[in-house]
């Protein structure tokens, strides 16, 4: 499985940005799927994850209420939909895809993404 986010860019506090992430191979919809971010001297931060039917979602609870997952499988992608942007939201976001396991940790993921930069600045 390849992995292609898109999306990020430069927003103002309480903007919103959605990005997306589109995979290759048509085993897609056997993977469970999750979005992490790495702000500059962080080390890496699980932000949300979603299973491989679409039926169940999960967020950190720092973006909770902020941001929605969801997927098309239909189209071999993954989306992020964050809304009320803080400058603490500030960082790389990667996402990446599980056959199995727990969803909150990275070790878990076995494809990643590149990575997107997202940047909340006035």
């Known amino acids: 499985v390849q992995l292609v986010e898109s999306g990020g860019g430069l927003v103002q506090p309480g903007g919103a940005l959605r990005l997306s992430c589109a995979a290759s191979?048509?085993?897609?919809?056997?993977?469970?799927m999750g979005w992490f971010r790495q702000a500059p001297g962080k080390g890496l931060e699980w932000v949300s994850a979603?299973?491989?039917?679409?039926?169940?979602?999960y967020y950190a609870d720092s973006v909770n209420g902020r941001f929605t997952i969801s997927r098309d499988n239909a189209k071999n992608t993954v989306y992020l939909q964050m809304n009320s942007l803080k400058p603490e939201d500030t960082a790389v976001y990667y996402c990446a895809a599980r056959p199995r396991g727990d969803y909150w940790k990275g070790s878990e993921y076995d494809y990643w993404g590149q990575g997107t930069q997202v940047t909340v600045s006035s």
């Open positions: 191979g048509r085993t897609f919809s056997s993977y469970g």
């Open positions: 979603i299973n491989s039917g679409g039926g169940s979602t």
